[in-house]
């Protein structure tokens, strides 16, 4: 029998679109309460890159992620353990979600996915060449020396217990979902749901952290379907969709997701793993989800990009040059709000003139980015409440394509929750 488990957290409802199947809430967490829908920004070895983290709590970031993995190995346990975990090593007195790790990356293009590789968990798939699965855990090769290690359910959660994150995930086993390897699916599938009895087990702090399962299954519904059963089963404080953004189709990626939130409990919270564009994350929360993460927004600053609501900008355009109006009219960012409201008043031009030569523009997108991110689920969650979602919708998708050619995946997903683009 698994033990029952105590919550830490509280799944405040505070709003549900008439339409749709979007839900606002409050979830109330060990080191203060977070808005959802939200996104969370991910700081992979305890610290965000482009930001201090004063910077990012300025964005009004109260839940970002850290890797368990790569913590584990550096600073390591003990030390994690001496100074009492990561919110005091990085100096974060917000909440932290700890994910597990990638050692590899996709081979697959976000531009023809339409997903990102996420590298807060632990993507088996990019570890295919490396590791060898079994019931007892992971053998892989250690990405810094090429060490045997095994990672553990019990391990991952010891890891977690120690860095003292707020939530917690569960070891499972990811297959992509790409696969056409039906039975190992299955077999993944399934592994999991043991899997997550060892990590409640192991779990030696319900009382202050949260451990939430991860539902796979590939593509096939009905596996999603009897995984759903199972992992709700144990009555986890929090539930989390995997398995996903590895190249499906984006069909395929709001099937999945649709019928998985259709048979969550109404009263937890709903994180749908590794998922960053901001059309994936608006859709997604019409097909009821809540919580998401991604490290392309940061990622992509780094290479010049910057997120608007028009769409992606490549800032190292020499169309740019000349361009002296900020990077988007309106934005709160501190890169953004011009001088006299307490903001640095940069422009595109002069992310132009040193994108390509200093770091700083890389630290400047990020903090427009992160800030775009937060703001956009700022604004889902507002017209949530005023029961005005599918407008915003509408508005939403047509100042991306002014053309009004939306995407059709975007076009099914939202007639199948009863709002109309056109």
Same mark, same amino acid.
């Given at each position: 029998m698994v033990r029952s488990m105590p919550s830490a957290l509280t799944y405040e409802p505070v709003a549900q679109c008439s339409t749709t199947r979007a839900r606002a809430a409050t979830l109330h967490l060990p080191h203060g309460p977070v808005q959802l829908p939200m996104f969370?920004?991910? /700081?992979?070895?305890?610290?965000?890159?482009?930001? %201090?983290?004063?910077?990012?709590? !300025? %964005?009004?970031?109260?839940?970002?992620? &850290? &890797? %368990?993995?790569h913590l584990g190995l550096k600073p390591g346990q003990a030390t994690l353990d001496a100074v009492g975990g990561a919110h005091k090593l990085q100096g974060w007195s917000h909440n932290i979600l700890t994910g597990k790790t990638v050692v590899g990356r996709s081979s697959r293009s976000p531009a023809l996915t339409g997903h990102t590789d996420d590298w807060t968990r632990f993507q088996m798939v990019s570890l295919l060449k490396l590791a060898k699965v079994t019931e007892e855990g992971v053998r892989f090769l250690s990405p810094h020396d090429g060490t045997p290690m095994l990672l553990t359910p019990e391990h991952s959660i010891s890891l977690q217990n120690s860095i003292g994150s707020d939530i917690i995930m569960q070891l499972d086993d990811v297959i992509a979902t790409t696969s056409p390897d039906h039975a190992r699916i299955k077999e993944a599938t399934e592994r999991s749901i043991r899997w997550l009895d060892r990590c409640i087990e192991a779990h030696k702090y319900p009382e202050r952290q949260n451990l939430f399962c991860i539902i796979q299954g590939g593509l096939d519904l009905e596996l999603r379907r009897k995984c759903c059963e199972e992992m709700v089963a144990r009555d986890t404080p929090g539930i989390a969709i995997g398995g996903l953004s590895g190249g499906e189709a984006k069909e395929a990626y709001c099937s999945v997701v649709k019928e998985c939130t259709a048979l969550l409990p109404e009263n937890k919270p709903r994180y749908v793993m590794g998922v960053g564009y901001p059309e994936d994350l608006v859709v997604s929360v019409a097909l009821g989800a809540d919580m998401f993460d991604c490290v392309w927004p940061t990622r992509t600053a780094r290479f010049g990009n910057a997120l608007t609501s028009g769409g992606v900008l490549?800032?190292?355009?020499? /169309?740019?040059? &000349? !361009?002296?109006? +900020?990077?988007?009219?309106?934005?709160?960012?501190?890169c953004c709000r011009p001088r006299e409201e307490g903001g640095l008043g940069i422009t595109k031009a002069f992310i132009y003139h040193v994108a390509s030569k200093e770091t700083s523009a890389a630290h400047l997108l990020t903090m427009h980015n992160v800030q775009f991110q937060i703001s956009l689920m700022e604004s889902v969650r507002k017209s949530i409440i005023? !029961?005005?979602?599918?407008?915003?919708?509408? !508005?939403?998708?047509?100042?991306?394509? +002014? &053309?009004?050619?939306?995407?059709?995946?975007?076009?099914?997903?939202?007639?199948?929750?009863?709002?109309?683009? /056109?």
């Open positions: 969370m920004p991910v /700081a992979t070895q305890a610290s965000l890159k482009g930001l %201090t983290y004063e910077q990012l709590e !300025d %964005t009004g970031c109260r839940l970002c992620l &850290n &890797n %368990t993995y490549n800032l190292r355009r020499v /169309a740019y040059a &000349n !361009d002296f109006s +900020p990077i988007e009219e309106g934005c709160v960012c501190t005023e !029961d005005q979602f599918p407008q915003f919708l509408r !508005d939403f998708f047509l100042k991306l394509y +002014p &053309n009004k050619k939306y995407p059709e995946w975007v076009v099914g997903a939202l007639e199948g929750v009863g709002v109309q683009l /056109a």
